[in-house]
C-alpha cells in the first residue's frame, strides 16, 4: 500500500472518529435539554396543581381573607398558564380552560376535571422522564393522585362546613374519600384529622366546624406533602 493511501485511510478514520464524536455530543446534548424541558414543566405542573387546588378549596369561602385569598391564588395561576408549552412538548392545552373557571371560582367539578387532566399530563411526563434514564422520577404520578384525594377532601369539607348539616350527597362522597384514605394510609397525624372530620362535620348532627376552619385544618398536612414529592425529585 502506497504512503499516500495510508494518509488517506488514517485521515478516513480520523474523520468518521469525529464525526461519531460529533453526532454522540449533539444527541447528549439533545437528550439533556429535552429531559431539563421536562423536568422544568413537572415543576410547573406541581406549581399548577398546588393553586389550583387552593383555589377549588377557597371557591366555597365568601369571607373578606379568603376571597382575597383566592383571588391571589387566581392571579398566581393566570403567570403560570402564560406560554404554556401545549403542542410543543406534546401535551394538551390545558390553558384554554382556566378562563371560565376563573369567572367561577366556587365550581367545584370543573376545577377536578381540570387537576384530573393535569394528574394525567404529570403522569405522561413521569413516563417519559423515566425512559430518559431519571428513575427517581417513578411514583410521582401515584404521588400527586394521593395529593388530590387529600386537596378534593378539603374542598369538600369546606363547601361542607357552610351547612348546619353535612347534606347528604357531600356527605357520601367525604366518606369514600375517609375510608379509603383510612385502608391506605398509616399516618397518625393524618388519621386524626379524619377523626376530627367524621365526628364534628361528615357525621355530627350539627356541623361544628367553619368553611374556614377545615381549609385550615387540612392545608399545613397537604403543603407538607407536596414538599416531599420535590423533594424527592431533586
Known sequence: ???????????????????????????????????QADTEIVQRCLDLLQALQKHRGLGAQQDAASVTQRNAQAQQLDQ?????????????????????????????????RLIETLLTVIEQLE????????????????????????????????????YERCPPGLQMQLRFL???????????????????????????????LAPGECFALLTPLIEQRLQGIRLSLD
Not at 137 to 156: K, V
Request: with cysteine; charged share 25%; glycine share 2%.
Open 178 to 208: 375517609c375510608n379509603r384514605m383510612l385502608d391506605q394510609e398509616q399516618d397518625s397525624h393524618l388519621l386524626a384529622l379524619i377523626e376530627r372530620l367524621q365526628s364534628d362535620l361528615i357525621e355530627s348532627a350539627q356541623i361544628r
Open 1 to 35: 500500500m502506497s504512503d499516500a493511501a495510508l494518509i488517506f485511510l488514517t485521515l478516513l478514520v480520523v474523520l468518521l472518529t469525529l464525526s461519531y464524536w460529533l453526532t454522540h455530543r449533539a444527541e447528549n446534548r439533545q437528550l439533556k435539554a429535552s429531559k
Open 127 to 162: 413516563d417519559r422522564l423515566y425512559r430518559q434514564h431519571h428513575p427517581r422520577i417513578r411514583g410521582l404520578g401515584e404521588a400527586c393522585r394521593s395529593l388530590e384525594d387529600l386537596a378534593r377532601l378539603r374542598g369538600l369539607a369546606v363547601r361542607a362546613a357552610n
Open 80 to 112: 403560570l398558564w402564560l406560554n404554556w408549552p401545549g403542542a410543543s412538548m406534546q401535551l394538551p392545552p390545558l390553558q384554554q380552560h382556566w378562563p371560565q373557571l376563573r369567572r367561577k371560582p366556587a365550581d367545584f367539578d370543573a376545577h377536578c
